[in-house]
Nanobody, 116 residues
Framework: QVQLVESGGGLVQAGGSLRLSCAAS??????MAWYRQAPGKQRELVATITRDGSTTYEDSVKGRFTISRDNAKNTVSLQMNSLKPEDTAVYYC????????????WGQGTQVTVSS
């Protein structure tokens, strides 16, 4: 059974930092990613990372967020610096099946709130 469990969310002041972690189990995963969904908005892709470490970022987080992964531990992290109130959202971990990219798995989400 595949499980993705996020941790590390919380309340932080603008300009502060948080580190999100996602522990995945039950399979081997290809690309992993972080998404976020703010109230009243659609879920959006924040950052992705492949098994070999190639990364992509949504424009608004470039230079502030860093995605990383540990393939041996099946974890993916998101270091978020210089946080802004507009980063407030529920953040979700997503992982893609290793051999079938049409299959993806999601965590339950973790709340990040940035106060001004």
């Amino acid at each position: 059974q595949v499980q993705l469990v996020e941790s590390g969310g919380g309340l932080v002041q603008a300009g502060g930092s948080l580190r999100l972690s996602c522990a995945a189990s039950g399979s081997i995963f290809n690309a992993m990613a972080w998404y976020r969904q703010a109230p009243g908005k659609q879920r959006e892709l924040v950052a992705t990372i492949t098994r070999d470490g190639s990364t992509t970022y949504e424009d608004s987080v470039k230079g502030r967020f860093t995605i990383s992964r540990d393939n041996a531990k099946n974890t993916v992290s998101l270091q978020m610096n210089s946080l802004k109130p507009e980063d407030t959202a529920v953040y979700y971990c997503q992982a893609t099946h290793n051999t079938n990219s049409r299959i993806s798995y999601w965590g339950q989400g973790t709340q990040v709130t940035v106060s001004s």
